[in-house]
């Protein structure tokens, strides 16, 4: 067995409560979201983990997230690299907008078709398709070899990109992971062997409160 990767998606954000598209735009943690992050760090810490190194994307939510989980297990001074192949899905015109004002916009079921298909983009935006196509390499080069040289490594991210992450560890078909979703500061941790496959999947907290 090699190192440990634990991911965990951002505490809810200002716009997740507002029912908007997000995607690359960057509003902050709520009170609620600050919490999540707070309890998904709590966990990590009676987990008893200690990380080496900590990944986030550019946006505020996922910065504020890993912060908060580093805190949380005494490492506030960690290295941490941040970079946007690690951002939550582009959602292009989409972005901003309610979801509710979408729908009535362009139909409830192209927007479903955008929000669900899994190689379908909404206009100017990426598919979950195109988001794993930027996650991947970046964790192939960047975050895998650091976990199969024995790491203990924290990725902090999003919905989607994170999602990139899992049908990959837990090899899911495009069908499969469609229909997962991650619940918000709820770490999940991966062991994994030396050639990359899972060892073992732990989740810390319920995932079915996802949204």
Known sequence: MSGTLVLV????SDWNLKNLFTGWRDPDLTELGVEEAKAGGKALADYGIKFDIAFTSSLIRAQRTCQFVLD???????ETIRDQAL????????SGLNKDDAREKWGEEQVHIWRRSYDIPPPG???????????????????????????????????????????VLDRLTKEEILKLNLA??????YKLNANSTVASKEVLGDMSAAH
Do not use: C, F
């Open 125 to 167: 935006g990426e598919s979950l398709r195109d988001t794993g196509a930027r996650v991947w390499p970046y964790y192939l080069t960047e975050i895998l070899p650091r976990v199969l040289s024995g790491q203990k490594v924290l990725v902090a991210a999003h919905g989607n990109s994170l999602r990139s992450l899992v049908m």
């Open 184 to 189: 918000t500061g709820v770490p999940m941790v």
């Open 9 to 12: 998606r951002h505490g809810q």
């Open 87 to 94: 951002n939550e899905r582009d959602y292009g015109d989409l």
């Open 72 to 78: 949380a297990v005494g490492q506030s001074q960690l």
